[in-house]
């Protein structure tokens, strides 16, 4: 089995990190602590003792968006076949 092309993080970006942790804990299941970063507000979201989530309330406005990262095997050879097909990195 390969994680290849999986998701395996998600990151919220939001002005207001408590009411989105409000919101999602009880939909998703998701139980939250800091992650002890100096100087900016960044939440982590778990479940079952696994990290799924990183929620992030930025100093200076910014949109709200969500942002997904996938899994590679090789993140150079990756990067050089999204050039290879039209992509850009």
């Given amino acids: 089995m390969t994680h290849h092309g999986s998701p395996c993080w998600y ?3 939001t002005p207001n990190s408590a009411s989105s942790t409000a919101f999602y804990g009880p939909i998703l299941g998701w139980e939250y602590r800091d992650s002890g970063m100096p100087g900016m507000s960044y939440t982590l979201a ?3 003792g696994a990290m799924i989530a990183g929620i992030y309330q930025p100093e200076e406005a910014m949109p709200n968006f969500w942002m997904v990262y996938f899994a590679v095997a090789d993140c150079d050879a990756t990067a050089a076949k999204a050039k ?3 992509g850009s990195v």
Avoid: I, K, N, P
């Fill in 11 to 13: 990151e919220l970006t």
């Fill in 84 to 86: 290879e097909l039209g």
């Fill in 46 to 48: 778990t479940r079952d």
